[in-house]
């Protein structure tokens, strides 16, 4: 009962005890959040107060509330350690800017948007494949192009 009236007080229920619509649910902002640690905290407080008096004078069944309080009120606060830990470990495997560079010049290389000339300043630093492979690929590009020109020139 002091439950849902305390969550009336927010919002959080749509009907009250009898049934009657107090308000539309609506989603726990950081205020309520902070406003519901510190009424729960006061109550337990209280609790705490009326708890403690009676297990002093001797009654078992206030000793074990009191015991029960406190644990609550350290959960509450933060004073425990974490029972449990979920911990997700995500590895994310990136490639290195010297990889993405590589991979970009190739791709200029295959479109044909860099010249033989920027090819041959660029090889020493390991962005394109040997000089063999290369010079086979630039005769033939050589060749046929003089095969054109020898079409182009006959006509």
């Known amino acids: 009962m002091l439950a849902i009236r305390h969550r009336d007080r927010i ?6 005890v009898a ?12 205020e309520d ?3 519901i640690f510190f009424s729960d905290l006061q ?15 001797g009654d078992p069944a206030a ?5 029960k309080v406190l644990e609550r009120r350290s959960r ?8 449990q830990l979920d911990m997700t470990l995500e590895v994310r495997t990136q490639r290195s800017t010297a990889d993405m560079l590589r991979a970009s010049i190739e791709r200029m290389v ?6 033989l000339e920027t090819q041959e300043r660029i090889r020493p630093f390991g962005f394109l494949p040997s000089t063999e492979k290369s010079s ?6 050589v060749v046929e192009l003089s095969e054109n020109e020898a079409k182009r020139l006959s006509n």
Not at 19 to 30: A, C, I
Not at 110 to 115: E, F, I, R, W
Not at 136 to 141: E, G, Q, R, V
């Open 136 to 141: 086979d690929s630039a005769s033939n590009a």
């Open 43 to 57: 109550r337990l407080d209280e609790l705490l107060e009326v708890v403690h008096r009676k297990a002093l004078d």
């Open 76 to 83: 509450v606060v933060g004073l425990d350690a974490p029972r």
């Open 33 to 35: 959040r902070v406003r």
């Open 11 to 16: 919002g959080l229920l749509a009907k009250n």
């Open 110 to 115: 295959a479109q044909g948007k860099l010249s």
């Open 63 to 67: 000793v074990h509330a009191e015991v």
């Open 19 to 30: 049934g009657k619509p107090v308000q539309e649910p609506r989603e726990l902002t950081k």
